[in-house]
């Protein structure tokens, strides 16, 4: 049996879209931006995409949702285009942002910093979790931008976006949020979270890769990353990929749509709790940032003795794809920086081991998940070094 | 950049059949017991090297006969990745059989070299290299315990880049001998540095003593102090040439020969010349000079007064000097 449960990383493309996708490539192939028929015979799917996108994340038609290539793109726009706006004409010269964000944020923002821009990155706190309070704290007259992810693509841990948009509100400054982890997980409303931008990619909710979007809200300039033609509307030039498009459009319909959050809720999280009380019976096992206020998918849980790359091999053999922050599982040998956070525990940065589940999981594939989670963990602590002298308490037999 | 580098890979794709199938099944894993070593008639010894908040931990066993200080039993549990484990395995194998003192001379190289299964192909990628050094650092612990003596008294020399065991020594010299520059070329003719990348500078995977930029920026200056020091000497016993000379030297020695030979035959027709820069274009040494006063477009400032003083300079300092007029 294969199990895919790094859906954190990538979904599959639901076929559905899939087929929606399909006419773009050798049927209705005509560059939107052509006068005749094969160009503008596009337009309605577009339209419908974007209406999709709209209703999407409650975006009000004044406002921009600019079709991307992912959310890089969409991040990297509003970063260096708010160094453009406000801080190289010497308005401000001060970005905040967390320390957990995603590197397309992150290594934006080093750079900028290397451009002389002052970047504040924000510490979470034990439970991997950013304090709207600390936002508060750090703000300055020349802040420009404040940038937090909207959920933590390690932990699942949802971040107080309403609070710090109320805050930077209240501040005058601007509010981007990365929501590319909590589209199709929770309920994403810019109206609601006064948010001035976020970034998505479709390929996080069963949408093609590639494809990306950011929303803008109305009123607000932001010089485009990208120069060039006229498409979507002067703010992102480049040929718009009409399949991407309009697969990302019906992605994101199907996926924030009532009834497919409350299926997320309830049976995706339900699968979620199930594969994540199963390894909590095994001892010295710890869900890192704890069980409260997390996207209903993603567990990231610390196995005592147990290397993450190691977890990974095991479970690889197995036929089933997880993830790990250790830094010997990634290829500059470089912890992530989510674990790093958690600065309290430094073994938790090469156990832990995170599980992310889509509605595409069932519950078959979570029972073998299980037992070959159990098998693994079994095997390598019987290997390990720093777990067979653990105290013979702790062990029964694991 | 280039081609290979546009679609990074799997590390586990690089993996050696050797590394996988000692992951997937360990043969030395385990524990000797007290009672399997008095069984042998061996001393036990249980070694342990890292520690988990690093990412790698390993404990070795050994059941060593104290008559002939050969190595029974070796036996090895592992906290780590695929590699470190896979590693450690072929670490207690290539133990068995040896006496103490043979097991020390067993590097991490040797223990890489075990797991490839062809001579020529990296059992692992390049930045899994390290996870072989703990098994050499392991094997030093158990036998300094063995022995009774202090674990770097194993050290023979300090050892800069432990992936590849480059030592400090071989690294300042070989930057010396081939004039290297750059961290790169030194990675070139040592490895240093083409691993797990640590030992470069700050801020890897690793802490580290001492680092390559260090060492080469350490090393250049100690090169450049030496070589002004044999240019003074030389200069000071009339013995340098020109090649040796500094740039201030050259300039000097320039100057000198054209206060001397050249500059009166100038001033006497109203004009004058003034060195603007000496560039080497190996072989040659290009000499940039401005014409002053009435030699400033004169014609023979190309022909024939260029002629002569090129010869000069070349006749009574160096045969490789070119003189060009801006």
Known sequence: ?398 | MAKNDLVSGSIWDEYSNQVVNRMNNPQHQGEITEERAKELNAKLIIADFGAESCGDAVRLYWAVDEATDKILESKFKSFGCGTAIASSDVMAELCIGKTVDEAVKITNIDVEKALRDEPNTPAVPPQKMHCSVMAYDVIKKAASQYKGVDMESFEEEEIVCECARVSLATIKEVIRINDLKTVEEITDYTKAGAFCKSCIKPGGHEDKDIYLVDILADTRALMEEDRLKTAADASASGELTFDKMTLVQRIKALDTILDEDIRPMLVMDGGNMEIIDIKENLPHYDLYIRYLGACSGCASGSTGTLYAIESILQQKIDENIRVLPI
Not at chain 1, 126 to 143: F, I, N, Q, W
Not at chain 1, 232 to 252: E, I
Not at chain 1, 289 to 308: A, D, F, K, Q, Y
Not at chain 1, 386 to 391: E, G, K
């Open chain 1, 1 to 398: 049996m294969e199990v895919y449960l790094d859906n954190n990383a990538t979904t599959v493309v639901d076929p559905v879209v899939y087929e929606e996708m399909k006419p773009f490539f050798c049927e209705k192939y005509g560059n939107p931006n052509s006068l005749h028929r094969f160009g503008a015979g596009t337009h309605p799917k577009m339209m419908e995409a974007l209406d999709y996108l709209y209703s999407g994340i409650n975006a009000d038609d004044e406002d921009d949702i600019i079709v991307t290539a992912n959310a890089t793109e969409s991040n990297n726009t509003v970063i260096k285009g708010i160094w453009v706006d406000k801080i190289l004409n010497g308005d401000k010269n001060h970005i905040i942002t967390s320390e957990v964000e995603h590197p397309a944020i992150t290594a934006t923002c080093k750079f900028l910093e290397s451009q002389g821009v002052s970047v504040t990155y924000l510490p979470v706190n034990e439970e991997g979790v950013l304090e709207a309070s600390s936002v508060k704290e750090y703000l300055r007259d020349d802040t420009a931008l404040v940038s937090i992810m909207w959920a933590n693509n390690e932990t699942g841990k949802i971040f107080p976006i309403e609070e710090i948009g109320q805050i930077c509100k209240e501040a005058g400054v601007l509010f981007h949020s990365d929501a590319t982890q909590a589209i199709g997980k929770i309920k994403v409303d810019v109206q609601k979270a006064n948010v001035d931008f976020i970034s998505f990619s479709a390929h996080k909710f069963h949408g093609p890769k590639g494809v990306g979007g950011l929303y803008v809200r109305k009123g607000i300039k932001l010089t485009p990353l990208l120069h060039g033609g006229e498409q979507m509307g002067g703010k992102r030039a480049g040929t718009v990929d009409v399949a991407s498009m309009v697969g990302m459009g019906f992605a994101m319909h199907l996926a924030t749509n009532e009834m497919a959050l409350a299926y997320e809720n309830n049976h995706v999280k339900k699968l979620r709790d199930k594969l994540e009380s199963a390894i909590l019976e095994l001892p010295e096992t710890v869900v890192i940032g704890g069980v409260e206020n997390r996207t209903p998918n993603t567990t990231l849980i610390s196995i005592r003795g147990v290397e993450g790359e190691s977890m990974l091999w095991d479970l690889n053999q197995k036929g089933i794809g997880a993830s790990t922050g250790s830094a010997c599982a990634s290829e500059d040998l470089e912890a992530n920086p989510v674990m790093n956070a958690f600065g309290s525990d430094s073994e938790l940065a090469h156990t832990g081991v995170r599980f992310s589940l889509s509605r595409f999981n069932t519950e078959e594939q979570i029972d073998y998940a299980i037992e070959a989670i159990v098998g693994a963990v079994k095997r390598l602590r019987n290997l390990s070094s720093s777990y067979a002298y653990a105290p013979e308490s702790h062990k029964s037999g694991l």
